[in-house]
Protein backbone atom coordinates (compact mmCIF):
# COMPACT_ATOMS: atom_id res chain seq x y z
CA UNK A 1 0.00 0.00 0.00
CA UNK A 2 1.21 3.48 -0.95
CA UNK A 3 2.41 5.48 2.06
CA UNK A 4 1.54 9.46 1.99
CA UNK A 5 2.28 12.30 4.30
CA UNK A 6 0.83 14.92 2.32
CA UNK A 7 -1.52 17.62 3.88
CA UNK A 8 -4.15 17.96 2.00
CA UNK A 9 -4.88 21.80 2.71
CA UNK A 10 -1.43 22.57 1.05
CA UNK A 11 -2.97 20.92 -2.08
CA UNK A 12 -6.58 22.09 -2.56
CA UNK A 13 -8.16 23.02 -4.84
CA UNK A 14 -6.87 21.91 -7.50
CA UNK A 15 -5.42 24.07 -10.56
CA UNK A 16 -7.36 21.71 -12.64
CA UNK A 17 -7.88 18.37 -13.36
CA UNK A 18 -9.24 16.13 -16.18
CA UNK A 19 -11.09 12.93 -16.48
CA UNK A 20 -10.64 9.69 -19.04
CA UNK A 21 -12.96 10.21 -22.02
CA UNK A 22 -12.49 12.51 -25.43
CA UNK A 23 -9.73 15.02 -24.20
CA UNK A 24 -6.69 15.07 -26.47
CA UNK A 25 -4.36 17.51 -25.56
CA UNK A 26 -0.92 16.78 -23.15
CA UNK A 27 -1.51 17.42 -19.79
CA UNK A 28 0.32 20.85 -18.69
CA UNK A 29 3.39 21.22 -16.48
CA UNK A 30 2.88 24.68 -16.26
CA UNK A 31 -0.37 24.89 -14.33
CA UNK A 32 0.11 21.22 -12.62
CA UNK A 33 -3.00 19.43 -14.60
CA UNK A 34 -3.87 16.41 -13.58
CA UNK A 35 -5.51 13.32 -14.64
CA UNK A 36 -7.92 11.18 -12.67
CA UNK A 37 -6.46 7.87 -15.00
CA UNK A 38 -7.40 5.47 -11.49
CA UNK A 39 -10.26 6.34 -8.65
CA UNK A 40 -8.37 7.40 -5.94
CA UNK A 41 -5.11 9.19 -7.40
CA UNK A 42 -4.18 11.59 -9.71
CA UNK A 43 -1.20 11.09 -11.89
CA UNK A 44 0.89 14.64 -13.25
CA UNK A 45 3.54 14.74 -16.15
CA UNK A 46 6.07 17.16 -14.35
CA UNK A 47 8.81 18.82 -17.20
CA UNK A 48 11.45 21.38 -16.38
CA UNK A 49 14.39 22.98 -18.25
CA UNK A 50 17.41 24.60 -18.52
CA UNK A 51 17.51 26.68 -21.96
CA UNK A 52 20.98 27.19 -23.48
CA UNK A 53 20.00 30.52 -25.44
CA UNK A 54 22.49 32.97 -25.78
CA UNK A 55 20.80 35.45 -23.42
CA UNK A 56 20.95 32.98 -20.77
CA UNK A 57 23.84 34.73 -19.02
CA UNK A 58 23.31 33.76 -15.33
CA UNK A 59 23.89 29.77 -16.31
CA UNK A 60 26.20 30.40 -19.46
CA UNK A 61 29.47 31.17 -19.52
CA UNK A 62 30.87 32.61 -22.75
CA UNK A 63 28.26 30.20 -24.45
CA UNK A 64 29.04 27.06 -22.27
CA UNK A 65 26.91 25.31 -19.92
CA UNK A 66 29.58 24.29 -17.05
CA UNK A 67 29.70 20.84 -15.64
CA UNK A 68 27.85 20.88 -12.57
CA UNK A 69 24.53 20.29 -11.05
CA UNK A 70 21.32 22.50 -11.77
CA UNK A 71 17.82 23.74 -10.91
CA UNK A 72 15.62 23.41 -13.26
CA UNK A 73 12.31 25.57 -14.43
CA UNK A 74 8.88 24.68 -15.77
CA UNK A 75 9.01 27.69 -18.53
CA UNK A 76 6.10 30.02 -19.38
CA UNK A 77 3.76 29.59 -21.69
CA UNK A 78 4.64 33.49 -22.57
CA UNK A 79 7.61 33.02 -24.81
CA UNK A 80 8.63 36.65 -25.44
CA UNK A 81 11.59 37.30 -22.85
CA UNK A 82 10.57 41.34 -22.99
CA UNK A 83 7.27 40.77 -21.85
CA UNK A 84 6.30 37.72 -19.75
CA UNK A 85 3.58 38.17 -17.63
CA UNK A 86 3.63 34.33 -16.28
CA UNK A 87 7.20 34.09 -14.76
CA UNK A 88 9.37 30.57 -15.64
CA UNK A 89 8.47 28.32 -11.69
CA UNK A 90 10.87 26.42 -10.09
CA UNK A 91 10.45 22.15 -10.87
CA UNK A 92 9.24 21.47 -7.68
CA UNK A 93 7.37 17.82 -6.49
CA UNK A 94 5.24 17.87 -3.63
CA UNK A 95 5.42 16.26 -0.52
CA UNK A 96 3.36 13.03 -0.70
CA UNK A 97 3.91 12.52 -4.69
CA UNK A 98 5.14 8.76 -5.69
CA UNK A 99 7.58 9.16 -8.26
CA UNK A 100 6.98 6.13 -10.86
CA UNK A 101 9.60 7.83 -13.88
CA UNK A 102 11.87 10.25 -14.24
CA UNK A 103 13.36 11.30 -18.03
CA UNK A 104 16.04 13.36 -19.51
CA UNK A 105 16.20 14.71 -22.66
CA UNK A 106 18.89 16.94 -24.74
CA UNK A 107 17.73 18.60 -27.75
CA UNK A 108 19.89 20.54 -29.58
CA UNK A 109 22.66 20.55 -26.86
CA UNK A 110 26.25 18.94 -27.82
CA UNK A 111 29.40 18.27 -25.65
CA UNK A 112 31.73 21.49 -25.64
CA UNK A 113 34.61 19.10 -26.67
CA UNK A 114 32.88 16.10 -28.69
CA UNK A 115 34.47 12.79 -26.86
CA UNK A 116 31.19 10.61 -26.97
CA UNK A 117 31.15 10.01 -22.95
CA UNK A 118 29.36 13.42 -20.92
CA UNK A 119 26.52 12.40 -19.35
CA UNK A 120 23.42 14.50 -18.54
CA UNK A 121 21.72 12.90 -15.20
CA UNK A 122 18.48 13.57 -13.67
CA UNK A 123 18.94 14.63 -9.77
CA UNK A 124 17.03 15.60 -6.35
CA UNK A 125 14.39 12.32 -7.03
CA UNK A 126 16.06 9.58 -5.15
CA UNK A 127 13.41 6.72 -6.43
CA UNK A 128 13.30 5.74 -9.20
CA UNK A 129 17.06 5.82 -10.24
CA UNK A 130 17.16 7.87 -12.77
CA UNK A 131 19.06 7.06 -16.02
CA UNK A 132 21.85 8.96 -18.04
CA UNK A 133 21.37 10.70 -21.34
CA UNK A 134 25.44 9.83 -22.72
CA UNK A 135 26.92 11.59 -25.48
CA UNK A 136 27.22 9.67 -28.78
CA UNK A 137 30.39 9.73 -30.72
CA UNK A 138 29.49 12.81 -32.47
CA UNK A 139 29.17 15.06 -29.09
CA UNK A 140 25.15 15.04 -29.58
CA UNK A 141 22.37 12.51 -27.43
CA UNK A 142 19.95 10.52 -28.60
CA UNK A 143 17.66 12.58 -29.96
CA UNK A 144 14.43 10.31 -27.97
CA UNK A 145 16.26 10.40 -24.46
CA UNK A 146 16.49 8.39 -21.54
CA UNK A 147 14.32 7.25 -18.70
CA UNK A 148 14.34 5.27 -15.71
CA UNK A 149 12.73 1.72 -15.44
CA UNK A 150 9.61 1.80 -14.35
CA UNK A 151 8.60 1.74 -10.66
CA UNK A 152 5.06 -0.41 -9.64
CA UNK A 153 2.49 2.50 -9.09
CA UNK A 154 1.01 0.49 -5.98
CA UNK A 155 3.99 0.16 -3.98
CA UNK A 156 5.40 3.14 -3.44
CA UNK A 157 6.38 6.00 -0.53
CA UNK A 158 5.58 9.34 -0.93
CA UNK A 159 7.83 12.03 -1.16
CA UNK A 160 8.61 13.16 2.70
CA UNK A 161 8.59 16.83 1.96
CA UNK A 162 8.41 19.12 -1.25
CA UNK A 163 11.42 17.76 -3.43
CA UNK A 164 13.47 20.60 -6.06
CA UNK A 165 14.13 18.43 -9.46
CA UNK A 166 17.96 19.46 -10.82
CA UNK A 167 19.89 17.97 -13.38
CA UNK A 168 23.65 17.01 -13.42
CA UNK A 169 26.10 17.45 -16.48
CA UNK A 170 29.52 15.43 -16.32
CA UNK A 171 31.15 17.72 -18.39
CA UNK A 172 30.98 21.04 -20.40
CA UNK A 173 27.86 21.46 -22.78
CA UNK A 174 26.89 24.25 -25.78
CA UNK A 175 24.04 24.51 -27.75
CA UNK A 176 23.35 22.94 -31.29
CA UNK A 177 25.52 24.81 -34.26
CA UNK A 178 22.81 22.94 -36.04
CA UNK A 179 20.49 25.33 -38.15
CA UNK A 180 17.14 24.22 -37.69
CA UNK A 181 15.02 22.87 -41.00
CA UNK A 182 13.46 25.17 -43.06
CA UNK A 183 14.29 28.52 -40.52
CA UNK A 184 17.03 31.03 -40.40
CA UNK A 185 18.16 30.21 -36.76
CA UNK A 186 19.88 27.38 -34.60
CA UNK A 187 17.90 24.50 -33.24
CA UNK A 188 16.50 25.18 -30.14
CA UNK A 189 18.78 23.90 -27.16
CA UNK A 190 17.84 22.74 -23.62
CA UNK A 191 17.84 20.26 -21.26
CA UNK A 192 14.22 18.45 -20.62
CA UNK A 193 14.20 16.46 -17.25
CA UNK A 194 10.45 15.06 -17.26
CA UNK A 195 8.99 13.13 -13.99
CA UNK A 196 5.76 11.08 -13.16
CA UNK A 197 4.21 11.05 -10.33
CA UNK A 198 0.77 10.72 -8.61
CA UNK A 199 -1.09 12.36 -5.39
CA UNK A 200 -3.95 10.61 -3.65
CA UNK A 201 -7.45 12.22 -4.62
CA UNK A 202 -9.55 14.48 -2.81
CA UNK A 203 -12.48 12.72 -1.21
CA UNK A 204 -16.01 12.44 -2.66
CA UNK A 205 -18.10 15.70 -1.54
CA UNK A 206 -21.56 16.72 -1.45
CA UNK A 207 -21.71 17.51 -5.38
CA UNK A 208 -20.79 14.12 -6.02
CA UNK A 209 -24.25 12.30 -4.60
CA UNK A 210 -27.79 12.71 -4.22
CA UNK A 211 -28.76 13.29 -0.61
CA UNK A 212 -32.02 13.67 -0.04
CA UNK A 213 -33.99 16.86 1.58
CA UNK A 214 -34.74 16.73 5.13
CA UNK A 215 -38.26 16.93 6.10
CA UNK A 216 -39.21 19.95 7.97
CA UNK A 217 -42.14 19.75 10.84
CA UNK A 218 -45.66 19.89 9.08
CA UNK A 219 -44.58 18.80 5.58
CA UNK A 220 -46.48 16.05 4.07
CA UNK A 221 -44.89 13.27 2.13
Known sequence: MAT??????????????????????????YRDQGVVAIPGAVFFRGVGAIVLNPDNEGLLVGGVLPAATYDLKVLSPDMRQDDKPRLDRPFIIPEG??????????????????????????????????????????????????????????DGTGLASDTAVQVTTSANVVASQKPSAGACRKSPSAIIVEVCYYLPDKVAGADELHIPYGVEAGQGY
Open 4 to 29: FSFDHEQRTPWNNQIFPGNYVAQLNA
Open 97 to 154: AVVYRTAVNAVGVQEATVAGTTTITPAGITTPTATSATAEADGYFNPVGEFSAFVSIL
